[in-house]
């Protein structure tokens, strides 16, 4: 009797210990999973690239992917909105100070809340080159700034015209894939992103993500190359195309998606499937870490805080492997590279390079030096060499 | 040694010129005709299709429904017509101010060289009205312009009508990114000319006009309206042009895609397209549709009030409204959408229509044939004069080489004198600047010894001094002193060739039609032209194969194509007046055809006659 009694008050005794050692492993999962996707913060960067009012569609491309970003969290101060024309206040809008995306004038995107970072014939190749790598004079506004660090998850969503390896800004100038995956590349170095998810609709988007070689990066395009991406539905009173087919699926598929969502990304790349979209989307993701299962759409479309109360104290480990060191542990020395100087103060102020080793002399020196010996020896003679020395 | 410059080789090769100059002539010439009336064949044209990405396809939604208030206007405006006895200014001008246009008036006058008796005016005095409705929220940079024109008796009121109702209706719109001007022109081509010349400010033709007090900016393109029914069956779309200009085909495709977005009718040539080309018909239709096309863009007159803005870069066209006898009636409100339709694609531009052809023929209206395929039927019969002409060279040149061979005590017999080749050459360009200039200024002489009106005057002026150019050759051959060498005629020919190639050839660039015809029956004759020939026949050839008969072909042509058959008497009397317009029209707005006919390719072909009289 006494031993069954000790014996329970030894289990209840157990209990009572293992049930805060089983309530902090409880924890310590749920911190495993709270910070699964290693970001803090979410920034997006959203460029419509052609002007004119036949180009109506990609504007409001770019304001249909601006609207879900917002209401999923993102604030204005994190998105960098560039619109290359003013399509609202276009004299040919019949409907002035709005945009839609829907024919019927179902949905306006436009909004009156909306904030244009970069408009009209400021969103160029250089200046959205700039953006990305954060070289920007000091005189730029913040809200003009791609303020982004090590642990932000950044969104790009670029709509305009394009072709096989280059997308066309204005009309006038293009940018190729090659000098996005540097840029991209400039990010990395500068820890300027955690994980980044690049969303291209243009005609034959599929070359622009080609070249990608930058780890954490995963890309969506409406179409493969040799593809071109249609339009969707024409209005007849506005008399243009409204919205271009892959994002205006794509916007019917953001808005199920609420804040709380665990909608995933291998839904993403299941919209706008051959059938609707004419098209084929296509993507990458063997750059990036994570498997694209496990990571939420609000990962990079939404800004979701999320909030545990917990009263123990928790080790947190990385669940992230860090990358592979590049060098293998000092078998080649790779010479370390630098940057090339932006100022060259050097050739500025007409200093002479420091010579790191030496040089013979220039043939130049050497001829004329022998030049010189041989006029001495033709008109002072052998013989009287050994008068001089 | 080079394929030229070895003397054995360069004989061989002008001799197989010389053997087949004749054979090769032949072919190039049937090749020519063959090529010319096979673009009608539907498998060797293209389809239209809309080049300007700015104008898109016809998505837009018409809603002007104000047929009936478009008709009850037009009744006023007859009314007014005929109380006024002209335009009715004070009506008009009311009339654009309540429909909130800014309206401005334009007053013109011209005296014209003589009387033109198909339209029965000498001195003509009018007045143009015109309302601009600008756009709301744009700068005044571009125009877009839509005119009907004010004509006497019953003509065109219901096109008056659509106008005040459209501007009624655009008015109360907010899209517009240009400003529209509607314009009601009296007297039609004068009045359109002045409005023209008063906009841009030019003064090319003489006209005095007053100057606009209102103005709007570049134009980019135009509509003129011809509407004289209340129900309409077909919609005619015309787009020759002064000097056989023809506007960007971008307007042409534009109409037809709109007209088959409506359901409507659309002819050009006023003929219906047909299905089947497989069939003699459907080829023989095509094939009549294009030399329509072809004969009306040759005589280089304006076919509708459009034709004279397209000197000044815009690209303008005319729709006329044909009440014909079918089944399936239209009323003005498709009209009015249609042209709602047509005016906000022309809006939605941003700069002009440059995208599409601007030289191409239409066997149909969705058919087209561009100049990359017509020049070549041109270059075959150019190609004609130029091997005469090497063979000429070829042959002149050949008594020198036999003189190299080595013969010395052969003389090398003298070369003609310039006054020889030059002599011929004055004359007949002082011919053809004596028909160039006497019909028009001896006309109160001739009026004053004969019993002719002044029209008369100057047309039958212009045919005496083109017959009296025949009588030519006896009396040049009586002054010069010397004799007529065998090289003399074949260096005269040898210059002719290549001066009619060149006209023809420069012709043919600005309007096609008109080169080709001019070639089709002067290239044969000039080609094969000797002294040598039998002189009755030839002569007879010459002569009815001169321009002025190809005229008098064209004419007979023309009206067996619109299917009004004339007898010889009613189309000699066409003839007639078509000189007579063609003077008028070089007068008035500038037309080129007659001073080229006149100045030009009279005096070649006198140079021609030449050389078949000389002795």
Known sequence: ?389 | MGLLSDPNRRKALTNLLTRLNAPICMVCYLAAIVWFMGLAFEPFTLRTYMSENAMGSTMVEERFSSGERALSLAKEFDAHKRKAGGMPMEWLVKAMQARGLEVFTQSFSRKLPFPDENKERYMVRGTNVYGILRAPRAPRTEALVITAPCSPGNSNNQAVGLLLALAQYFRNQIFWAKDIIFLVNEHDLIGMQAWLEGYHHTNITGMEYSPLQGRAGSIQAALSLELSSDVITSLDLILEGLNGQLPNLDLANLFYAFCQKLGVLCTIQGKLQRNDWDTAEGYTHAAQTMMLMVLKQACGRSWGDHGLFLRYHIEAASIRGINGFRHYKMDVATIGRLLEGMVRKLNNLLERLHQSYFFYLLPSLSRFVSIGYYMPAFGLLAVILLLRALDLWVNLGAPALEAVDGVTEAEQPSGPGVLTVLTPVVISHLTGVALYLLPVHLQEMAVEHFPVSETEAVVLTAVAIYTAGLALPHNTQRLLSGEGTEQGWKVLKLTALLYLAVLLGCTALINFSLGFILAVTLVPITASMTPHMPKALSALAMVLLSPAFTILYCVFIYQELIEAPVSVSEGWMLFLSVISQGILDHALYGSLVYPLLALFIYPCWLMFWNILFWS
């Not at chain 1, 970003?69 to 290359?84: F, Y």
């Not at chain 1, 930058?214 to 409204?242: C, K, R, T, Y």
């Not at chain 1, 498997?291 to 928790?314: A, H």
Request: proline share 5%.
């Open chain 1, 1 to 389: 009797m006494d031993y069954y009694n000790l014996m329970r008050i030894f289990a209840f005794i157990h209990l009572l210990v293992s049930i805060p050692h089983g309530y902090s492993n409880y924890v310590e999962t749920k911190a495993g999973q709270f910070f699964s996707s290693g970001h803090t913060n979410n920034w997006a960067v959203l460029v419509c690239t052609s002007r004119f009012w036949f180009n109506y569609r990609h504007v409001a491309n770019t304001l249909s992917v601006y609207r879900s970003v917002k209401r999923l969290g993102i604030p204005d101060s994190h998105i960098v909105l560039m619109l290359a024309d003013d399509m609202a206040c276009n004299y040919r809008n019949p409907k002035p100070a709005t945009v839609f995306s829907h024919k019927n004038m179902e949905l306006n995107v436009y909004g009156d809340d909306v904030e244009v970072d970069y408009r009209g014939y400021e969103v160029t190749v250089e200046n959205f080159l700039r953006v990305l790598t954060g070289r920007l004079p000091p005189s730029t506004p913040r809200s003009k700034r791609l303020l982004s660090d090590d642990r932000s998850n950044i969104l790009i969503y670029l709509t305009g015209h394009g072709g096989n390896g280059f997308l066309k800004f204005q009309d006038s100038e293009e940018i190729s894939n090659m000098e996005l995956a540097d840029a991209f590349e400039q990010m990395w170095q500068k820890r300027r992103y955690n994980e980044l998810l690049f969303i291209i609709d243009t005609c034959q988007g599929a070359s622009m993500y080609e070249r990608f070689y930058s780890p954490n990066l995963m890309a969506l395009a409406s179409s493969q190359v040799g593809e071109d991406s249609l339009s969707h539905q024409p209005d007849l009173a506005i008399g243009v195309h409204l919205m271009d087919k892959y994002t205006f699926y794509l916007l019917e598929f953001l808005e199920e998606v609420h804040p709380a969502s665990q909608a995933n990304m291998n839904d993403l790349f299941k919209v706008c499937p051959q059938s609707q979209c004419v098209s084929t989307p296509g993507h990458r993701t063997d750059l990036f870490q994570r498997d694209p299962g496990s990571v939420l759409i609000t990962d990079f479309f939404g800004s979701v805080r999320k909030v545990e109360i917990t009263k123990d104290t928790i080790n947190l480990t990385s669940p992230v492997e860090p990358p592979i060191q590049r060098s293998g542990s000092g078998d080649i020395q790779i010479e370390s590279l630098t940057y090339v100087d932006q100022l060259p103060v050097a050739e500025i102020i007409h200093q002479k390079p420091k010579q790191k080793d030496w040089h013979p002399p220039d043939g130049f020196i050497l001829g004329l030096w022998t030049l010189i010996l041989l006029v001495f020896f033709q008109t002072y003679g052998i013989k009287h060499l050994k008068h001089i020395f």
